[in-house]
Protein backbone atom coordinates (compact mmCIF):
# COMPACT_ATOMS: atom_id res chain seq x y z
CA UNK A 1 0.00 0.00 0.00
CA UNK A 2 1.32 3.38 -1.14
CA UNK A 3 1.16 6.35 1.41
CA UNK A 4 0.59 9.89 1.16
CA UNK A 5 3.34 11.56 -0.94
CA UNK A 6 4.03 15.48 -1.64
CA UNK A 7 6.14 17.53 -4.25
CA UNK A 8 8.30 19.20 -3.97
CA UNK A 9 9.84 18.93 -0.41
CA UNK A 10 11.23 22.40 -0.46
CA UNK A 11 10.52 25.54 -2.28
CA UNK A 12 11.72 29.38 -2.38
CA UNK A 13 9.60 31.56 -3.30
CA UNK A 14 9.50 35.67 -3.32
CA UNK A 15 6.94 37.64 -2.33
CA UNK A 16 4.26 38.34 -4.91
CA UNK A 17 5.02 35.20 -6.95
CA UNK A 18 2.25 32.13 -7.16
CA UNK A 19 2.95 28.22 -6.22
CA UNK A 20 1.60 25.00 -6.76
CA UNK A 21 2.02 21.94 -4.08
CA UNK A 22 0.80 18.34 -5.01
CA UNK A 23 -0.38 15.29 -3.38
CA UNK A 24 -0.87 12.23 -3.94
CA UNK A 25 -3.28 10.28 -1.85
CA UNK A 26 -2.87 6.84 -0.34
CA UNK A 27 -4.56 4.31 -2.39
CA UNK A 28 -8.27 3.97 -1.84
CA UNK A 29 -8.49 7.03 -0.09
CA UNK A 30 -11.27 9.54 -1.30
CA UNK A 31 -10.63 12.59 0.56
CA UNK A 32 -7.73 15.02 0.99
CA UNK A 33 -6.93 17.56 3.61
CA UNK A 34 -4.64 20.61 3.60
CA UNK A 35 -2.59 21.98 6.52
CA UNK A 36 -0.84 24.97 7.09
CA UNK A 37 2.03 24.34 10.01
CA UNK A 38 3.72 27.09 11.09
CA UNK A 39 7.20 27.23 13.07
CA UNK A 40 6.86 26.07 16.24
CA UNK A 41 2.98 25.57 16.22
CA UNK A 42 0.46 23.28 15.37
CA UNK A 43 -1.07 22.58 11.57
CA UNK A 44 -4.35 24.38 10.74
CA UNK A 45 -6.55 23.64 8.66
CA UNK A 46 -6.98 24.93 4.78
CA UNK A 47 -9.68 23.19 2.98
CA UNK A 48 -10.36 19.96 2.27
CA UNK A 49 -11.85 18.15 -0.45
CA UNK A 50 -13.87 15.17 -1.49
CA UNK A 51 -14.72 13.74 -4.62
CA UNK A 52 -13.18 16.97 -6.89
CA UNK A 53 -15.61 19.22 -4.77
CA UNK A 54 -14.74 21.62 -1.63
CA UNK A 55 -16.05 20.08 1.73
CA UNK A 56 -14.95 22.53 4.33
CA UNK A 57 -12.80 25.41 4.68
CA UNK A 58 -10.53 27.10 6.92
CA UNK A 59 -9.84 30.62 8.21
CA UNK A 60 -7.85 31.09 5.23
CA UNK A 61 -7.92 33.80 2.13
CA UNK A 62 -9.40 32.82 -1.28
CA UNK A 63 -5.87 33.20 -2.57
CA UNK A 64 -5.34 30.21 -1.15
CA UNK A 65 -7.16 27.29 -3.69
CA UNK A 66 -7.06 23.92 -4.11
CA UNK A 67 -7.72 20.92 -6.73
CA UNK A 68 -8.39 17.25 -6.37
CA UNK A 69 -8.50 14.99 -9.41
CA UNK A 70 -10.59 12.02 -10.26
CA UNK A 71 -7.23 9.61 -9.21
CA UNK A 72 -7.68 11.71 -5.82
CA UNK A 73 -4.45 13.01 -6.00
CA UNK A 74 -4.52 17.05 -5.24
CA UNK A 75 -3.04 20.63 -5.77
CA UNK A 76 -2.91 23.61 -3.36
CA UNK A 77 -2.25 26.78 -5.38
CA UNK A 78 -1.51 29.67 -3.10
CA UNK A 79 -1.19 33.39 -5.26
CA UNK A 80 0.41 37.00 -4.49
CA UNK A 81 2.81 35.65 -1.64
CA UNK A 82 2.99 36.79 1.47
CA UNK A 83 6.17 36.35 3.84
CA UNK A 84 3.91 34.89 6.77
CA UNK A 85 3.14 32.21 3.74
CA UNK A 86 6.42 30.29 4.78
CA UNK A 87 5.71 27.21 6.30
CA UNK A 88 5.24 23.30 6.51
CA UNK A 89 2.38 22.49 4.02
CA UNK A 90 0.64 19.20 4.83
CA UNK A 91 -1.45 17.07 2.81
CA UNK A 92 -3.31 14.59 4.53
CA UNK A 93 -5.80 11.63 2.85
CA UNK A 94 -8.49 9.76 4.51
CA UNK A 95 -11.75 7.39 3.22
CA UNK A 96 -14.91 9.23 3.72
CA UNK A 97 -17.91 6.33 4.38
CA UNK A 98 -21.26 6.97 6.52
CA UNK A 99 -19.23 7.16 9.52
CA UNK A 100 -17.63 10.14 10.42
CA UNK A 101 -16.14 8.96 13.30
CA UNK A 102 -14.00 6.10 11.64
CA UNK A 103 -11.69 8.22 9.72
CA UNK A 104 -8.73 8.67 10.32
CA UNK A 105 -6.19 11.50 8.28
CA UNK A 106 -2.70 9.74 7.13
CA UNK A 107 -0.34 12.66 6.51
CA UNK A 108 2.60 12.93 3.70
CA UNK A 109 5.75 14.41 4.37
CA UNK A 110 5.03 17.87 3.71
CA UNK A 111 6.56 20.57 0.92
CA UNK A 112 8.70 23.33 3.43
CA UNK A 113 7.75 26.86 1.42
CA UNK A 114 10.28 29.96 1.77
CA UNK A 115 9.22 33.08 0.96
CA UNK A 116 11.64 35.71 0.82
CA UNK B 1 -15.43 26.65 18.04
CA UNK B 2 -13.74 23.72 18.36
CA UNK B 3 -10.28 24.13 20.48
CA UNK B 4 -7.31 21.73 21.64
CA UNK B 5 -5.40 22.53 24.62
CA UNK B 6 -1.80 21.01 25.26
CA UNK B 7 0.85 21.28 28.31
CA UNK B 8 3.71 23.60 27.38
CA UNK B 9 6.80 22.28 26.81
CA UNK B 10 9.72 21.21 26.11
CA UNK B 11 9.18 18.32 28.49
CA UNK B 12 12.33 16.80 29.13
CA UNK B 13 12.57 13.46 30.85
CA UNK B 14 15.42 10.87 31.57
CA UNK B 15 15.65 7.33 29.79
CA UNK B 16 12.76 5.22 31.13
CA UNK B 17 10.96 7.82 32.98
CA UNK B 18 7.26 7.44 33.22
CA UNK B 19 5.59 10.27 30.62
CA UNK B 20 2.45 12.05 30.80
CA UNK B 21 1.09 14.65 28.19
CA UNK B 22 -2.53 16.70 29.09
CA UNK B 23 -4.39 17.10 26.64
CA UNK B 24 -8.36 18.81 27.19
CA UNK B 25 -10.14 20.02 24.40
CA UNK B 26 -13.50 22.32 23.41
CA UNK B 27 -16.27 20.45 21.03
CA UNK B 28 -19.70 21.31 20.22
CA UNK B 29 -20.26 17.25 18.88
CA UNK B 30 -19.03 14.13 19.89
CA UNK B 31 -15.44 14.33 18.55
CA UNK B 32 -13.26 11.56 17.72
CA UNK B 33 -9.52 12.37 19.12
CA UNK B 34 -6.32 11.62 18.02
CA UNK B 35 -2.29 11.95 19.33
CA UNK B 36 -0.16 12.40 16.27
CA UNK B 37 4.07 12.50 16.22
CA UNK B 38 6.19 14.62 14.30
CA UNK B 39 9.86 13.38 14.19
CA UNK B 40 12.64 16.34 12.91
CA UNK B 41 12.16 17.05 9.64
CA UNK B 42 8.82 14.76 9.07
CA UNK B 43 5.39 15.22 8.47
CA UNK B 44 2.71 13.76 11.49
CA UNK B 45 2.19 10.16 12.08
CA UNK B 46 -0.70 8.72 13.78
CA UNK B 47 0.25 7.29 17.62
CA UNK B 48 -3.42 6.35 18.70
CA UNK B 49 -7.20 7.24 18.68
CA UNK B 50 -10.22 7.16 20.39
CA UNK B 51 -13.83 7.34 18.62
CA UNK B 52 -16.02 7.50 21.90
CA UNK B 53 -16.25 8.13 25.72
CA UNK B 54 -13.95 5.52 27.62
CA UNK B 55 -12.15 4.29 24.68
CA UNK B 56 -8.70 3.53 25.28
CA UNK B 57 -6.21 3.90 22.46
CA UNK B 58 -2.15 2.44 22.78
CA UNK B 59 0.92 1.72 20.28
CA UNK B 60 4.15 1.37 20.88
CA UNK B 61 3.24 1.05 24.39
CA UNK B 62 1.82 5.18 24.60
CA UNK B 63 -1.47 4.84 26.02
CA UNK B 64 -4.88 7.61 26.17
CA UNK B 65 -7.92 6.94 27.52
CA UNK B 66 -10.93 8.89 25.87
CA UNK B 67 -12.18 11.01 29.17
CA UNK B 68 -15.95 12.71 28.33
CA UNK B 69 -16.47 14.42 31.85
CA UNK B 70 -13.25 16.05 31.80
CA UNK B 71 -12.94 16.45 28.33
CA UNK B 72 -9.48 15.04 28.12
CA UNK B 73 -7.32 12.85 26.38
CA UNK B 74 -4.01 13.00 28.16
CA UNK B 75 -0.99 10.76 26.66
CA UNK B 76 0.76 8.34 28.77
CA UNK B 77 4.23 6.04 28.57
CA UNK B 78 5.38 3.99 31.08
CA UNK B 79 8.55 4.09 29.91
CA UNK B 80 10.18 6.24 27.31
CA UNK B 81 13.27 5.73 24.99
CA UNK B 82 15.93 8.57 23.69
CA UNK B 83 14.14 7.32 20.67
CA UNK B 84 10.99 8.79 21.78
CA UNK B 85 12.09 12.46 21.12
CA UNK B 86 10.16 13.83 19.17
CA UNK B 87 7.08 17.05 18.77
CA UNK B 88 3.47 15.45 19.81
CA UNK B 89 -0.01 16.68 19.02
CA UNK B 90 -3.41 16.27 20.43
CA UNK B 91 -5.76 16.96 17.52
CA UNK B 92 -10.00 16.08 17.42
CA UNK B 93 -12.21 15.34 14.43
CA UNK B 94 -15.62 16.96 14.68
CA UNK B 95 -18.14 16.68 11.99
CA UNK B 96 -21.00 18.98 13.79
CA UNK B 97 -23.58 19.85 11.34
CA UNK B 98 -21.29 20.16 8.57
CA UNK B 99 -20.21 16.67 8.08
CA UNK B 100 -16.30 18.60 7.47
CA UNK B 101 -13.71 16.12 8.84
CA UNK B 102 -11.41 18.20 9.49
CA UNK B 103 -8.91 18.11 12.11
CA UNK B 104 -8.11 20.71 15.14
CA UNK B 105 -4.82 20.99 16.87
CA UNK B 106 -3.25 21.68 19.96
CA UNK B 107 0.08 23.53 19.80
CA UNK B 108 2.41 20.23 20.14
CA UNK B 109 4.55 19.21 23.11
CA UNK B 110 8.13 18.43 22.69
CA UNK B 111 9.39 15.45 24.14
CA UNK B 112 13.55 15.76 24.84
CA UNK B 113 14.20 12.32 26.43
CA UNK B 114 18.12 12.15 27.88
CA UNK B 115 19.79 9.01 27.80
Known amino acids: ETGVTQSPTHLIKTRGQQVTLRCSSQSGHNTVSWYQQALGQGPQFIFQ???????GRGNFPPRFSGLQFPNYSSELNVNALELDDSALYLCASSSSSGSALQETQYFGPGTRLLVL | GDSVTQMEGPVTLSEEAFLTINCTYTATGYPSLFWYVQYPGEGLQLLLKATKADDKGSNKGFEATYRKETTSFHLEKGSVQVSDSAVYFC??????????????FGSGTRLQVQP
Open chain 2, 91 to 104: ALSDPGDTGRRALT
Open chain 1, 49 to 55: YYREEEN
